[in-house]
Nanobody, 124 residues
Framework: QVQLVESGGGLVQAGGSLRLSCAASGGTLSRYGMAWFRQAPGKEREFVSAITWSGGATYYADSVKGRFTISRDNAKNTVYLQMNSLKFEDTAVYYC?????????????????WGQGTQVTVSS
């Protein structure tokens, strides 16, 4: 069973950048479609971005298109989320998740494995 650990969160001013990492253990990440979700206080967990097992296709929520970039390094068993031009409304806990079938990449129900999350706080 794959275990996921996120890192790279923190406090940043609006307009700044952060890069999140998701390291996997106990399994081969290349078998999974991977995604980032986020959850702000009092809100439901929402889709942010996803990438297919090969990295050949990526998907983004409209709210982050043009600002966030997802990538993966299967040799390092790691997925990344580069976040630029951060806004106050990007403040949330960010979760990495693995999708065994690599289908319906924006559907939270397709993700079986989750990390513990990393806090991103953007000050206005």
């Amino acid at each position: 069973q794959v275990q996921l650990v996120e890192s790279g969160g923190g406090l940043v001013q609006a307009g700044g950048s952060l890069r999140l990492s998701c390291a996997a253990s106990g399994g081969t990440l290349s078998r999974y479609g991977m995604a980032w979700f986020r959850q702000a206080p009092g809100k439901e967990r929402e889709f942010v971005s996803a990438i297919t097992w090969s990295g050949g296709a990526t998907y983004y929520a409209d709210s982050v298109k043009g600002r966030f970039t997802i990538s993966r390094d299967n040799a390092k068993n790691t997925v990344y989320l580069q976040m630029n031009s951060l806004k106050f409304e990007d403040t949330a806990v960010y979760y990495c998740a693995a999708n065994p079938l690599g289908q319906n990449m924006d559907n939270i129900r397709r993700y079986n494995y989750w990390g513990q999350g990393t806090q991103v706080t953007v000050s206005s």
